[in-house]
């Protein structure tokens, strides 16, 4: 009757920690989601900000060329 006792005893601790951690997890999860839901990483640029990418009209043959030679 003690190992059974010991064995449900030892059962139930897991199953509390376990709990507590997977509940821990999941409201931290939470917590940052609300941190980053309220980011607007969309805002425009502000001070000495700089266009990194200029889009040439450029033949799609070219387009396709460079696509096949650097394997964009």
Do not use: W
């Amino acid at each position: 009757m003690r190992p059974i006792y010991g064995l449900v005893k030892d059962t139930l601790k897991i199953f509390i920690i376990f709990t507590a951690c997977t509940l821990l997890f999941y409201f931290g999860l939470r917590a940052m989601h609300t941190e980053y839901q309220e980011y607007h990483r969309y805002d425009p640029p502000e001070g000495k900000a700089v266009k990194v990418f200029n889009y040439d009209q450029k033949e799609l043959i070219d387009r396709l060329s460079i696509f096949f030679r650097l394997g964009e």
